[in-house]
């Protein structure tokens, strides 16, 4: 994205004075799926995309917010308990309060911020704006010293508490951490990471949007959440002398031992889940022996698994999965939360154009309108730009 096209109306829309431009970037997720927040492992990166804010403090207890994409204006004071009621001006709203619940002495501002991730994609603008917001709160009011995972945290808890969606950690840590060419292994539960160089020679990764807009707030993202709690509560109940948290410290065993106090629903959420954990460790090993079409193979089983398991996965995307198959595309499954976005591909070079050519054109019959394409460039997390 353009600076100038931000400062352009960073400028118009308040006093003509300039201010500060930071970045923070939207995600892909290579495997690695709703098992954040059941203390597993993901596998993220940041994409060349986010969402842009140009900010200034302005001397006031207002923050004084302008969407370019949406033209809309929105302004607050900072004491404010209850926040805007637009979805958007929500998020600079939840970053402020967790920082002064962090201790930051946050004073009135100007911004203007636009994005070029595209919406409901399962690519994580939202993660973008609460990081690129973070970003800003933490150079212009925290002398920089809030730390990286607490600007992750604070994201999460602006989903949380001001969204609502409970979300897991993975979209704001890849939107924070993210460093360009690598993908990034995080176990959620110990928070420890490590970045993964991703150069898959011969191949490349490619995403297809649907163009079926999701909507994570409220119910079928927290029911599949609060599935996964149930199952956990009832291992916990049935071996009270251990420490179950999350479904990370289940085995298949114990799923076995409450398979009839849980809901047959409840169990197959968790069948996914212990398959998935499973899968993460399983890509790491062939990612470290080069293995793409074993990475390939693993992707298509998730696919399956959210499909049918999790059931997050909708019509469009389970057929562009089934056009990925028969193009002889290595892997492909839908990415992010679901319920409509992206599927992610890795396809071979020499099969790209034929794969898109006929995924533009079979979707197209079929659902009226070509999937969008978006080449993965791994890029950087958040930062000043200027
Ligand atoms: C959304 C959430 C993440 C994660 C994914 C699914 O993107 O924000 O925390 O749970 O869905 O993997």
């Not at 006031?60 to 404010?80: E, G, T, W």
């Not at 939840?94 to 911020?113: P, S």
């Not at 696919?303 to 389970?318: A, I, M, N, Q």
Request: hydrophobic share 35%; with cysteine; charged share 25%.
């Amino acid at each position: 994205m353009e600076i100038e096209f931000v400062r352009s109306r960073f400028i118009k829309h308040f006093d003509g004075e300039t201010g500060n431009i930071y970045f923070s970037p939207g995600r892909i997720n290579l495997i690695g799926e709703h098992t954040d927040y059941n203390g597993g492992y993901v596998f993220p990166g940041a994409v060349d995309c986010g969402v842009m804010a140009e900010v200034r403090p302005n001397g006031s207890n207002m923050v004084r917010a302008y969407s370019i994409d949406l033209k809309d204006r929105v302004d607050f004071d900072i004491n404010d308990e209850q926040g805007p009621r637009a979805t958007w001006a929500r998020f600079i709203f939840g970053m402020v309060k967790e920082f002064q619940i962090l201790g930051v002495d946050v004073k009135g501002f100007n911004i203007a911020f636009a994005g070029d991730v595209p919406l409901g994609a399962g690519m994580s603008s939202s993660a973008a704006m609460e990081s690129c917001f973070g970003c800003a709160l933490n150079d212009l009011f925290a002398d920089n010293k809030i730390s990286k995972w607490d600007i992750v945290l604070a994201g999460q808890a602006t989903e949380h508490k001001y969204i609502g969606t409970n979300c897991g950690i993975m979209d704001q840590f890849a939107s924070v951490f993210g460093k360009a060419g690598s993908l990034m292994r995080l176990d959620c539960n110990s928070r420890e990471f490590e970045y993964f160089p991703f150069n898959p020679e011969g191949y490349r990764l490619v995403l297809l949007n649907s163009c079926v807009k999701h909507e994570l707030a409220g119910s079928p993202y927290n029911d599949r959440r609060n599935s996964c709690e149930r199952v956990v509560k009832a291992v916990q109940e049935k071996h009270p002398e251990e420490k179950f948290e999350t479904l990370r410290d289940c085995t298949w065993e114990n799923l076995e031992e409450v398979a009839d106090t849980v809901s047959a629903e409840d169990k197959q959420r968790a069948t996914f889940v212990l398959g998935e954990k499973d899968r993460v460790l399983g890509v790491c090993d062939a990612l470290q022996s080069g293995d793409y079409e074993k990475v390939g193979e693993l992707m298509y089983e998730t696919h399956r698994g959210l499909s049918e398991e999790y059931e997050v996965s909708c019509e469009e995307l389970d057929f562009l999965v089934e056009i990925a198959k028969k193009c002889g595309v290595t892997g492909s499954r839908i990415m992010g939360g679901g319920f409509g976005g992206c599927t992610i591909n890795l396809v071979k070079n020499e099969l790209y154009d034929d794969f898109i050519a006929t995924a533009k054109k079979d979707f197209a019959e079929k659902y009226g309108h070509a999937p969008k394409v978006y080449d993965v460039k791994i890029g950087d997390g958040s930062k000043k730009i200027c």
